[in-house]
């Protein structure tokens, strides 16, 4: 019996620890990415802005030898991605999701071209000078806890600072927003520049935790995992961390599925499936919901000046 | 700022000119609008009000000319420098965040702050409380923007011009969304405003408030200034006639029409909210031929969900649409959208939209696209799949012709005609189908009155040969001005349905707000 | 058209190829290559051998229908993404049908092809559905059922329908049996792979631009798209019309998957399809979603497409330049750079 229990927790360990290290890269995009949705901006560069970052920070580490500046070369990527991606779209007007999807496909081909190029070793790369960021627990990393911080960090942002409250007034209304007086394209800057950063921490956190390793693509849809969650979430920074924990879970237990015999091909789907189930249980809980508030209203009857309760 | 007398010339607009490409909005106009006074901006659309007063918020930049407030000379880019120098504007439109509380729509991009950025939302209640109860103008602080009324949205608007310590309250056709009650409760907060030292600006078209409540009136008239004065010796027949340059006369009333069979059966439909306020909620009514009846309800009311279940657009909750037409078309809640709207244009109902451009007409694309809306199962316009398009270039301009209506041809975009003209040219197409029964949203919303009354003629004109005609608006006067019978809905129900000689507009406004006849007196 | 807004569509254009021939050289510059050498080495794939441009046109086949796929999906507002995943079950389903049927020469044609339709609309099916009926976002299903596809694919293949080598073992890629003769498309020579399949991707690119163009069916389509609410209006069935929008996209990748089985690759080989979805995307914005612009478009991407082995083989460069190229275009092409320095200016004067 005990042994059936140690072996039991042992599993719930191993999801709890390998999914928190897969949804690291995650959490952070989507933080990142809710505060572009809060500015109704689809930031469809999510992938784009942690693949440039993986790349660059790598590059960074390698060549220095130390982690903590491919850090912060990974931040500066983030951050300038995002600013040519708000560029494009905001002020030049281009449309998102052809911008965003053109910027991932532009960053896959320039990563792997300078793969080649300067490392002359096409498809990837291992990093024998790189190092790695330091655990915590087992494969736990200090940026992992970094992550759940800023989570928070971004909560409060969103909900208890003047410019939160402008950014979500400029995602509800832009028109309205404009008509009080608040610069609606300076604060879009500022939610996809912000965001940047946020996926240049989650972009460092790629190649260098464990592994000093770079490959083409390696990002494999995070970004778009990211995109998902900041929809399942409505641009919330709490939600959009907690469906980037969920999907970094299914990933975890996808891998030890595969220990009771499961083909490996059907494990690595399981998370881009659970993101399409996901959406579909949100978009259920939506519909009832929108069924709920008419015929709450209806039952309401129209509110006029005679019932309005003064001030309150 | 030097100490002025209340009454003296505050407001100075010198020479100010205003072209939006080749459209010369404002051409050298110069007004005077006194201290601590009311001062209403008349003319119909399109003659310059809305711009002057767009100078002075901050939101347009003049060509030439200048603005002095108090003897400063001011040029505005920005609605925060206006802002910054006490003018607020209020526009037609709300311009408030929906999904915000009222408080946050209040303090919007004027917010208080505490420590490092954060939002002080203690005293940012509280300041909106104060300024509530100092300007007597009651809001529900808490709630979400979307579900309150217009009438108190408004005063909401009203009270964010005041938490930017606006001394210039500019007001743009205030009245055009509230019922006479509604109304009453606005002239009580511009007296508030007025006793606080404010000046207040308003735009409007309505002749007999402008009459009733400002001390000065200017009048415009295609981007000048006609008439600048006290109001002391203005009646009602020289304002009109210096609005439009010539004397109007109003639409003869026709006697009692002769009624024919029942064309619509409406019974107790009901409809959840697309909006806000609870949807129609179980309304019963009839339409007879050679009948013009009106139906009125505030926003919210339930009278917009009525309309879209009788155009087919929606489909009921409970309750039956029957349309009596050339065949007779049975609506209810098993059937399906397009299916009903097809089936009700093959029948004879015609359809002019609340909305004109994104409804009623295919912008972006030639208006042989628009013409031929709904009628491609005709084998004129549509045969085996290819549609014929000479055939539905020559319709385009048959209504062109017809209607009267100022556009290049055929190809042109929809986007590029007036508001009026493309009304005329939605009302047109529609009444090109001889339908047995019209059925009309908002007929002459936005319009010159030019064009406005054209429309209104020709939906008489439907009922004389023997049609029906359904209108839906919130403009009481035209109601009044035009139809047989009115229909008031109300709280999702129909609260009222009489004859017009029956009829008297306090009666109605009071129905439309859910007040008794007798407070409404 | 007037002669001043064609000049600045083309200008579009040429800015675009301009920032991403600049790039490229750049790159290649960076690497001791001459200035000039992306141009040479494009010039040398499309016509440096005698049947250099016959390649070009065998990409044309894919880069054609997948670009009119997306097309016919952003007819109605809708972002498939998901050609690519819906590439790979066409080409599964088309690979297994016509290996396992023994059929009569044009009929094995047509079955493969039909398979690889249904392929197609089977996988955009739950994309299409969850649109129609709860709302939720296509962008985001299409692009995770993408990764979904070529797992599902692999796993398929390695599970039920492994290629065996001649003498009786297992081969090493993911690669199904060779499919029946009957169901090949014949080639023209065999110096290319040029096939028959680029009659039928013309065919059906003609036909649905006659149909988009001049047909009900493309007048409603175009208002379901550009103005939903007078669609409604004039009684067409909206969401109706674009769910089949939808499914007929996924069809028409469907076909581009049994397209390359049958013409060239005579099995289903994992990894030989990848990027051909999201290059289709590529061939279609830069048409402006045009039908009849997709000819040219396929033809432009159909050259860089064939000039990226050579680049590999040439250079020291990788082949992925092409596709930072490609990037390259569509950013310069749908940021259009033109038109709002052009807007400002105007701006500027009203203001």
Known sequence: MSGEFAALSAVILFVIVSGLQSATPIMLAATGGAFSAQVNVFNVALEALLLGSAFTSFCAAHVTGNVWIGLLVGILTGVVLAAIFAFLTVTLGGNEIIIGFGMNIAVTGLTAVLLGSLFNSPGSFLSPTAGSFPMIYSKIGWLTLVALLLVAVAHWHTFHTRAGLRMRAIGFDSSAALAAGIRVDAYKYRAVIMGGALCGIGGAVIPLSGLSLFSVAMTAGMGFIAIAAVILADGRPILAGAAALFFGFTSAIGIQLQAFGWPNELVLALPYVATVLALLVKAIIGLRREAKRRTRQADQGQITTTNIEVVA | ?521 | MNKSSLTVSLSRYVLAAVIGLLVASLILQSQGYPITEFLSVLATSTVGTPYAFLDVLRWMTPLLLSGLAFLIAARVGYFNLGVEGQIYIGSLFSAVITHVLPLPPVLALLVGILAGMAGGLIWAYPCAWLAKRFGVNEVVTTLMLNYVAVLITSFLVKQFFLATTVNGGTIQTITTDEIEANAVLPTFTPYSALNAGLFIAVAVTAVAAFVLGRMRTGYELRAVGEAPKFAKYSGIPVARRKFQAFLVSGAIAGLVGALETQGVLHSFIAGSLDNMGFNGMLVSLVAMNNPIGLFASALFFGVLQNSQLVISQVTTVSSYLITVVSALFILAFAANPIQFIMKTWRARRER
Not at chain 2, 145 to 172: N, Y
Not at chain 2, 312 to 330: A, C, I, K
Not at chain 2, 415 to 438: D, T, W, Y
Request: glycine content about 10%; charged content about 25%; aromatic content about 4%.
């Open chain 2, 1 to 521: 700022m030097s100490p002025i007398q209340s009454g003296e010339d505050y407001i100075v607009f010198s020479s100010i000119s205003k072209s939006f490409g080749s459209n010369k909005a404002l051409d050298d106009v110069s007004v005077i609008a006194p201290r601590g006074r009311v001062t209403a901006v008349v003319g119909e659309n399109g003659a310059g009000k809305s711009t002057l007063m767009k100078v002075l918020a901050g939101v347009v930049e003049p060509d030439a000319g200048s603005v002095t407030i108090g003897g400063e000379r001011k040029s505005f880019r920005t609605t925060r420098e206006a802002a910054l120098s006490g003018v607020g504007m209020v526009y037609q439109e709300t311009a408030l965040v929906p999904e915000l509380s009222v408080w946050e729509n209040i303090i919007l991009g004027w917010e208080p702050v505490g420590a490092g950025a954060t939002l002080s939302k203690h005293r940012a209640r509280r300041d909106v409380i104060e300024l509530s109860e100092r300007y007597s103008l009651p809001v529900p602080v808490d709630a979400l923007v979307r579900d309150l009324p217009v009438s108190v949205q408004q005063q909401v608007e009203i009270l964010k011009v005041l938490h930017r310590q606006a001394d210039i309250v500019i007001l743009d056709e205030p009245t055009s969304v509230l019922t006479p009650q509604e109304r009453v409760g606005l002239f009580d907060a511009m007296t508030n405003l007025q006793a606080e030292g404010k000046t207040i600006l308003f735009i409007s078209h309505k002749l007999d408030e402008v009459l009733n409540t400002a001390h000065h009136v200017t009048v415009m008239r295609k981007g000048r200034v006609v008439a600048s004065q006290d109001n002391r010796d203005l009646d009602r027949r020289s304002l009109a006639r210096m609005i439009v340059g010539r004397d109007v006369a109003p639409i003869e009333r026709r006697a009692a029409p002769a009624l024919g069979r029942v064309v619509l059966d409406v019974s107790s439909v009901a409809l959840g909210a697309l909006h806000e306020g609870p949807g129609i909620r179980g309304a019963s009514l009839q339409v007879r031929q050679g009948e013009v009846v009106g139906l009125a309800g505030v926003s919210g009311s339930g009278q917009y969900e009525l309309v879209q279940a009788i155009a087919g657009l929606e489909t009921p909750d409970r309750g039956s649409v029957v349309f009596d037409g050339t065949r007779e078309v049975r609506i209810d809640a098993k059937s399906n959208s397009a299916q009903s709207v097809s089936a009700l244009r093959a029948a004879g109902i015609g359809h002019i939209p609340a909305d004109r451009n994104l409804v009623g007409s295919l912008r972006g694309r030639p208006l042989w696209y628009s013409a031929v809306a709904g009628r491609l199962h005709e084998p004129e316009f549509c045969r085996r799949g290819i549609i014929r398009i000479k055939t539905a270039r020559a319709l385009a301009s048959d209504i062109i012709a017809a209607g009267d209506v100022v556009a290049s041809g055929p190809d042109a975009h929809p986007e590029s005609l007036s508001g009026g003209n493309l009304q005329k040219f939605i009302a047109q197409r529609e009444l090109m189908l001889k339908p047995v029964l019209l059925l009309a949203e908002e007929p002459t919303h936005g319009i010159d009155i030019g064009a406005a009354r054209e429309v209104r003629q020709k939906l008489r004109q439907v009922a004389a040969d023997g049609g029906a005609v359904l209108v839906a608006s919130t403009d009481l006067d035209e109601l009044l001005e035009m139809c047989d019978r009115i229909i008031v809905i109300f709280d999702g129900r129909v609260v009222l349905d009489k004859v017009r000689a029956a009829c008297t507009e306090e009666m109605l406004g009071a129905a439309m707000t859910g007040l008794d006849e007798e407070q409404a007196a």
